[in-house]
């Protein structure tokens, strides 16, 4: 399909154990599609592998079975040298606790990425402001993190994650370290630019009215992975 994304099939991981099998399962045959403009919420206990999942689907752990396409393009075949400029092109990461890098104002932050990929400096600021202004905040892009409230830095890791242009957006737990009033915002948000800009989204979160608001939603539960 023309506008698949991502595309898993068969997924599995599981870790060695004193159990009557000698490992643990994690997770056992995982298949998930991912469209252009999408999100899909992934919920579950505590502990039940959803962060786990979110690192195969990112290739930033090994598989044990299964296949991971991004725009068709089947993972296998790429070289671990291949994997960081794909994660860089592809993927764009929000986390928890924003991960922004404290030494830099938010205008840098947000700009990293780029430069990172080679752009020149003048270029990838002028970029930078442009997605801080789609998140509104670009009155704030001259402020380290530390000067920033939660809310803002959030929107930050927002622009950050959307600047390359990434085919995927992960974001683990987007809202948890935010009040409600504020989680109501960012989850608005996360889910309007992801798809203002065609991007598919992949959520994993244990607030149900924050999985509520994306297209598909599904549940870990003994490493299966259920559409709700």
Same mark, same amino acid.
């Given at each position: 399909?023309? #506008? ?16 009557? +099998? ?8 995982? #298949? ?11 919920? *579950? ?9 979110? $690192?195969?689907?990112?290739?930033? $752990? ?6 991971? %396409? %991004? =725009? ?15 994660? #860089? ?8 606790? $924003? ?7 938010? /205008? ?9 990929? *080679? ?16 998140? *509104?905040? =670009?009155?704030?892009? #001259?402020?380290?993190? &530390?000067? /920033?409230? *939660? ?20 974001? +683990?737990?987007?809202?948890?370290? /935010? ?9 608005? /948000?996360?889910?309007? $630019? ?12 244990? &607030? ?9 939603? %599904? ?7 259920? =559409?709700?």
């Amino acid at each position: 399909m023309s #506008n698949e994304l991502l595309r898993v099939e068969n997924l599995s991981k599981s870790y060695p154990s004193e159990e009557k +099998d000698g490992k643990l399962v994690i997770l056992e045959d995982i #298949n998930l599609f991912l469209s252009e403009g999408e999100t899909i919420a992934i919920t *579950g206990k505590s502990g039940c592998g959803k962060s786990t999942l979110l $690192s195969l689907l990112a290739l930033l $752990s090994p598989k044990d079975g299964g296949k991971i %396409y %991004y =725009e068709g393009v089947d993972t296998d075949v790429l070289k671990e040298k291949d994997l960081p400029k794909l994660r #860089n092109e592809k993927m764009g990461f929000v986390f928890q606790n $924003s991960m922004l890098l404290e030494d830099f104002s938010a /205008l840098e932050n947000v700009a990293m990425p780029l430069m990172i990929k *080679g752009e020149k400096k003048k270029a990838a600021f002028e970029k930078a402001e442009e997605y801080l202004k789609m998140v *509104g905040i =670009e009155e704030r892009k #001259n402020h380290r993190p &530390n000067k /920033l409230s *939660g809310g803002e830095r959030q929107r930050t890791a927002i622009a950050r994650a959307l600047i390359t242009e990434p085919s995927v957006v992960f974001a +683990d737990e987007p809202t948890g370290s /935010l009040d409600e009033k504020t989680s109501r915002v960012i989850e608005e /948000l996360l889910i309007e $630019s992801v798809k203002k800009t065609n991007r598919g989204l992949i959520l994993v979160t244990h &607030n149900p009215l924050f999985a509520a608001k994306a297209d598909k939603v %599904y549940v870990l539960s003994g490493g299966v992975l259920n =559409e709700k």
